[in-house]
T-cell receptor
């Protein structure tokens, strides 16, 4: 069964450093998403991406964040200058959004720890 | 995006049927109801989606009354591996800015 993959599984970085989180969505999916989940809290939407551009973003997704689909398979989230409060699990998801069916397929997540 | 309300937690013994109800009084005409499951340190996983009446798949059933102001996820004969957080989401199909609430933490007891 196809699945969304994410690398690395755990990233430790120093405050102020740039990090890039990588995702490989399911190959025939058209919509891509990033979410984050701070330990013990809710899953929060960050951004959705379709047709090589951002289609929706939340208030969390400020100028420190960017997304890119550099080739036909990878989807990346970059945090330009990490803060302590960026420590969280980051989940990538993808789907096709056909008709009324709106299932999103989530990856296993990257745990980001900012020291 | 319709606001949803679910119990914060539930306990159940193995082998029992578990019903988790979600209230969504402000559901819009074209909104769908979707349930996800999340195990610790994993991404959410789609369980079931419906618009009205009853939907059943190999994992669960979803009951939606005629007024659609609530829905009930039914898990038949739960096992310890069903211990997870269950989220009810209400949105238009194709709505991308999906918002997860606090969900219902189900603890299955041996």
């Amino acid at each position: 069964e196809p699945e969304v993959t994410q690398t690395p599984s755990h990233q430790v970085t120093q405050m102020g450093q740039e990090v890039i989180l990588r995702c490989v969505p399911i190959s025939n999916h058209l919509y891509f998403y990033w979410y984050r989940q701070i330990l013990g809290q809710k899953v929060e939407f960050l951004v959705s991406f379709y047709n090589n551009e951002i289609s929706e973003k939340s208030e969390i997704f400020d100028d420190q964040f960017s997304v890119e689909r550099p080739d036909g398979s990878n989807f990346t989230l970059k945090i330009r200058s990490t803060k302590l409060e960026d420590s969280a699990m980051y989940f990538c998801a993808s789907n096709r959004q056909e008709g009324g069916y709106n299932e999103q397929f989530f990856g296993p997540g990257t745990r980001l720890t900012v020291l | 995006l319709a606001k949803t309300t679910q119990p914060i937690s539930m306990d159940s013994y193995e082998g029992q049927e578990v019903n988790i109800t979600c209230s969504h009084n402000n559901i819009a005409t074209n909104d769908y109801i979707t349930w996800y499951q999340q195990f610790p340190s994993q991404g959410p996983r789609f369980i079931i989606q419906g618009y009205k009446t009853k939907v059943t798949n190999e994992v669960a059933s979803l009951f939606i009354p005629a007024d659609r102001k609530s829905s009930t996820l039914s898990l038949p004969r739960v096992s310890l591996s069903d211990t997870a957080v269950y989220y009810c989401l209400v949105a238009l199909p194709g709505y991308q800015k999906v918002t997860f609430g606090t969900g219902t933490k189900l603890q299955v007891i041996p």
